[in-house]
């Protein structure tokens, strides 16, 4: 984090990425005297409302971060940003989104967390939108997004809808989508029923060190002290709050408890009772330390698409036990009227040789099985996220010329390509994978 006090006195000269959070009101005039090198703005954590009328004086200007911030408006002046690609104003109390606040690059849009009610049909017009995140708003419509061609993820979690555009369907990059929250998941999930599970009063467990943390909630290793004085090792998942970026903590319980019973899920074994506490909890089994995120989540370059570590590489044969066991899995979800929405490789837990596990049910949403034409839409949207996993997998396939590759090559074609009701559904890539092992 930098200080008011450097950039006053010079000290940040030629610096690309400029961070300050100390109470700011109005952007300091001094940051434009970086106008030759900035090309991301982080000014999270502060008490803006407007933005400077000469902003695009930053003519390198690539991103801006605004979030936790008092913005009621998405500035017009953005839209003047020529450069400008990424724009987060995550949890303020914005109710406007002007159609002249759209800069022409858009990529990356994060509003989650605001008071916003419609969206400009301009929107549909951001033909490099890639990355769309509108969770925790009050949308009860949106703008036709069909010419979005390069739409790859959008969160649309706890807002205000009756039902899903038409359009969506057949969006030909959309691979990642978070719903749960609206109101017509909601009617769905609250038929759903999942099967019952203890609940673990919040003073039997001891905590210990943080796992991980995640967009919902941090996990940390704990003892679980049974009634019978039995002692358990877990691992409790605490939701940070009422609101994460892909949806909410209730969403994600219902959709972690109706989707367990499958050797290629975490699972779980609880849920935390607490009377006085806010945030709920999940209990859950506690892992072998092998198993590891097998990639790290998308940065501001690859956007949607994960970042693997260097030199990462996958032998054909635990490349076809991860594919296998990921297809299984989301193949079981889907049977039970759910999509996990976040199908990723930084959320596959790889102990390294023969188990892959799908965790994090942050994204997921509950749909209906009875309406088949939308229940096997949704479903090959979200076969086109793992058509996205085997690319990546295979760019790493040693051998690269195993016979194999091939096959999981043509697999992989079939569910990226982008008519989205002629890709396979995940009952028939379990098929295909096992002919292939």
């Not at 005039?29 to 409302?49: C, H, I, K, P």
């Not at 933005?51 to 009621?72: K, M, Q």
């Not at 919040?202 to 919902?216: P, T």
């Not at 370059?301 to 490349?319: E, P, T």
Request: glycine fraction near 8%; proline fraction near 7%; charged fraction near 20%.
């Amino acid at each position: 984090m930098h200080t008011l006090t450097d950039l006053r006195a010079g000290a940040l000269a030629g610096c690309r990425r400029l961070d300050l959070a100390c109470g700011l009101t109005a952007l300091p005039r001094e940051v434009f005297d970086l106008a030759d090198t900035l090309e991301v703005l982080n000014l999270t954590g502060n008490q803006l409302s407007t933005l400077p009328d000469d902003l695009p004086r930053l003519h390198r200007l690539r991103v801006v971060f605004c979030s936790d911030n008092a913005f009621t408006t998405l500035p017009p002046v953005l839209g003047s940003c020529g450069q400008l690609e990424m724009v987060g104003f995550k949890a303020n109390r914005i109710a406007a989104v002007p159609a002249q606040a759209l800069p022409p690059r858009l990529r990356w849009l994060i509003l989650t967390d605001n008071a916003v009610e419609t969206l400009p049909e301009r929107l549909g017009d951001c033909s490099r939108l890639e990355k769309l995140m509108l969770a925790g708003n009050r949308l009860a419509h949106l703008p036709d997004l069909s010419g979005c061609g390069e739409l790859a993820l959008l969160r649309l979690a706890a807002n205000r809808l009756e039902a899903l555009p038409a359009w969506l369907l057949s969006m030909p990059r959309l691979a990642w989508l978070a719903l749960g929250g609206n109101p017509f998941v909601n009617r769905v999930m609250h038929r759903h029923r999942t099967m019952e599970y203890p609940q673990i009063r919040w003073d039997s467990l001891r905590y210990q060190q943080v796992l991980g943390e995640g967009a919902s909630g941090v996990i940390h290793k704990a003892t679980w002290m049974d009634r019978a004085g039995l002692s358990t090792d877990v691992a409790v998942k605490q939701f940070k709050g009422a609101m994460t970026s892909d949806g909410l903590p209730d969403s994600e319980m219902a959709a972690t408890l109706a989707a367990a019973g499958h050797p290629g899920l975490v699972g779980v074994e609880g849920v935390v009772h607490s009377p006085g506490q806010a945030t709920p909890g999940l209990v859950l089994p506690l892992l072998d330390p092998a198993f590891q995120p097998l990639a790290g989540p998308p940065s501001f370059a690859s956007c949607s698409r994960d970042v693997y570590a260097d030199g990462f590489g996958v032998a054909v044969d635990k490349l076809l036990i991860i594919a296998c066991s990921v297809a299984s899995a989301v193949a079981h979800l889907h049977s039970r009227g759910l999509l996990h929405g976040d199908l990723y490789g930084h959320n596959l837990l790889w102990n390294g040789a023969d188990r892959a596990l799908l965790s994090d049910f942050g994204a997921a949403s509950f749909f209906d099985p009875d309406d088949r034409a939308t229940a096997e839409a949704l479903q090959r949207l979200e076969v086109r996220a793992f058509g996205c996993l085997l690319e990546e997998l295979l760019v790493a396939a040693d051998p690269p010329d195993d016979p194999r590759c091939l096959a999981l090559a043509t697999l992989r074609d079939a569910c990226l390509q982008p008519q989205v009701a002629q890709r396979p559904l995940f009952s028939d890539l379990v098929t295909a994978l096992a002919r292939i092992g």
